[in-house]
């Protein structure tokens, strides 16, 4: 059983507009959550991270929200660029912090 | 500084055959891990090192795979004998001595080995 899901495989956004991207997860002892991105041929690079303490944490034009009592995390990307194609992998952790827990993927096209 | 190296970068083979993968992590790091990308349940961890001792191995799927990290510097990942099911894409990644913040987002990943097991 996943506990870490991103119900949407892909997402196609026009370049300057805002992409959300939605993961959901089921283990209450999460308490810390990473977003990886992902191009082509390479490995995942760390993106953003969000503590359980804060509901936002931002870092130029990403942003992610955590809504702690419906399990439920997003990452917004404003405004969305053709090279913010890749695939986004949400993440996440108990207080014990030695490993992560990964979600499916979600693939994001930013057409020009 | 040539971030976590894996070798081969791809790996044809045929069912029944043993595969070797292969990484190198970056100098410094004492943590290391093995992960495998599938389409069906995306990346998934597999086995866990630190100092070079495992630590939690219950991501690895059955007894046909086995993991070693005989030093800081290089880990094996095998699968003895392979399967179609095996195909998949694995990652390597390592991570600096958790200091008293946070390690997770320095957890750097090697470019993967896309494995065909036909």
């Known amino acids: 059983d996943q506990q870490v899901k991103q119900n949407s495989p892909s997402l196609s956004v026009q370049e300057g507009r805002i992409s959300i991207l939605n993961c959901d997860y089921t283990?209450?002892?999460?308490?810390?959550f990473l977003w990886y991105k992902k191009y082509p041929a390479e490995g995942p690079t760390f993106l953003i991270s969000?503590?359980?303490?804060?509901d936002k944490n931002e870092d130029g034009r990403f942003t992610v929200f955590l809504n702690k009592s419906a399990k439920h995390l997003s990452l917004h990307i404003v405004p969305s660029q053709p090279g913010d194609s890749a695939v986004y992998f949400c993440?996440?952790?108990?207080?014990?912090?030695?490993?992560?827990?990964f979600g499916g993927g979600t693939r994001l096209m930013v057409k020009p | 500084d040539a971030g976590v190296i894996q070798s081969p970068r791809h790996e044809v083979t045929e069912m029944g055959q043993e595969v070797t993968l292969r990484c190198k992590p970056i100098?410094?790091?004492?943590?290391l891990f093995w992960y495998r990308q599938t389409m069906m349940r995306g990346l998934e961890l597999l086995i866990y090192?630190?100092?070079?001792?495992?630590?939690?191995d219950s991501g690895m799927p059955e007894d046909r795979f086995s993991a070693k990290m005989p030093n800081a510097s290089f880990s094996t990942l095998k699968i003895q004998p392979s399967e179609p099911r095996d195909s998949a894409v694995y990652f390597c990644?390592?991570?600096?001595?958790?200091?008293?913040?946070?390690?997770?987002?320095?957890?750097?990943f090697g470019p993967g080995t896309r494995l065909l097991v036909l």
């Open positions: 990644a390592s991570s600096p001595p958790r200091g008293t913040t946070r390690f997770l987002e320095t957890q750097y």
């Open positions: 283990n209450s002892m999460f308490d810390y």
């Open positions: 969000i503590s359980s303490i804060k």
């Open positions: 993440a996440a952790t108990d207080n014990a912090g030695n490993m992560l827990t």
């Open positions: 100098s410094g790091h004492n943590s």
């Open positions: 090192f630190n100092n070079n001792v495992p630590i939690d």
